[in-house]
């Protein structure tokens, strides 16, 4: 298994940044992809950005040059900056992990809040 712990989550004004890190532990070994979801009350969660093993990236046009994902491999970590935030970026940031391999499965941590103010 992989268990997650975010940090790095708070209130920040309209055009500020943060940066936000997930650390993994586990069957860190078994990790395929990790990443960043967001939701707000009486919404989907969705997706904000993830980054393979092999450093490929995907983001979600919404934050598209803005915001940028990186990982630390030697650190078992994800980061997130996120600057040039907006009021619509305000959420409980999920991290995420896909691990395994035939039959993987998904890890989230607890889940960090992110407020902007505007």
């Known amino acids: 298994q992989v268990q997650l712990v975010e940090s790095g989550g708070g209130l920040v004004q309209a055009g500020g940044s943060l940066r936000l890190s997930c650390v993994a532990s586990g069957s860190i070994f078994s990790i395929n992809t990790m990443g960043w979801y967001r939701q707000v009350p009486g919404k989907q969660r969705e997706l904000v950005a993830v980054?393979?093993?092999?450093?490929?990236?995907t983001y979600a046009d919404s934050v598209k040059g803005r915001f940028t994902i990186s990982g630390d491999n030697a650190k078992n970590t994800v980061y997130l900056q996120m600057n040039s935030l907006k009021p619509e970026d305000t959420a409980v940031y999920y991290c995420?992990?896909?691990?395994?391999?035939?039959?993987?499965?998904?890890?989230w941590g607890q889940g960090t809040l992110v407020t902007v103010s505007s």
């Open positions: 995420y992990s896909n691990y395994g391999g035939l039959g993987a499965l998904n890890a």
């Open positions: 980054i393979t093993r092999g450093g490929s990236t």
